[in-house]
């Protein structure tokens, strides 16, 4: 990696494996911008289900999210991210990306689309077991989280077996299960 090579680290994760933290300290080290779907579009997307007759924290089981309000909440992610990249700028991209998980060209397309500069592209895993993430779920509190801890099975089931198929990115299991995070695979990169 060089200073004009700038970098999109992708940070996935279930929730409450650790996205947030672990992309927060990322971003740090990187001297990236860090860019969380929740934090840009969020309160754009639960009342744009709210005014669409739906219940604004439903995410996870509502087919009018997955399949009208969630692309343009990836949209809108990746075109900041773009707009980023081209001024210079690294990205940490804080978001699941579960649904686009199994398609290898969707990373390229969307460089394409956003028009990306040449970039290094990294894919960072949160891992954590079960049970912290269960913890740390109950623990925030968050209105969107209810169906996951309603239905734990068969969101732990979906959460826990997704392989990222992306071509062109180099992916790193970071373990979010401890008080800290190691990074040290970043000291290679320089």
């Known amino acids: 990696m060089t200073a004009a090579t700038p970098v999109v680290a992708v940070v996935l994760g279930p929730a409450g494996s650790g996205k947030s933290s672990v992309s927060r300290r ?3 080290r ?3 911008a860090h860019l969380d779907k929740d934090t840009i579009v969020g309160g754009l997307t639960e009342e ?7 219940d604004p924290h439903d995410r996870d089981n509502n087919p009018y999210y997955v399949d009208n309000v969630m692309p343009l ?6 075109r900041v991210a773009g707009d980023c ?3 210079g700028t690294s990205v940490v991209l ?3 990306f579960g649904a686009f998980l199994d398609d290898t060209e969707f990373l390229t397309r969307a460089s394409l689309e956003y028009e990306w500069p040449p970039a290094q592209r990294l894919v960072i895993r949160v891992v954590t077991d079960a049970d912290t993430i269960r913890r740390r779920i109950v623990r925030r509190g968050l209105s969107r989280d209810t169906w996951k801890l309603e239905h734990w099975d068969e969101f732990w089931a979906r959460a826990s077996a ?3 198929r992306w071509s062109d990115v180099t992916c790193v299991d970071v373990d979010s299960s401890g008080d800290s995070v190691d990074l040290t695979f970043l000291d290679g990169m320089r």
Do not use: K, M, W
């Open 30 to 32: 990187l001297g990236a």
């Open 73 to 78: 909440e990836y949209a809108a992610l990746l």
């Open 94 to 96: 804080d978001a699941p």
């Open 85 to 87: 990249l081209r001024a």
């Open 162 to 164: 997704r392989d990222v």
């Open 26 to 28: 990322l971003a740090c």
């Open 48 to 54: 744009i289900l709210r005014l669409a007759g739906h």
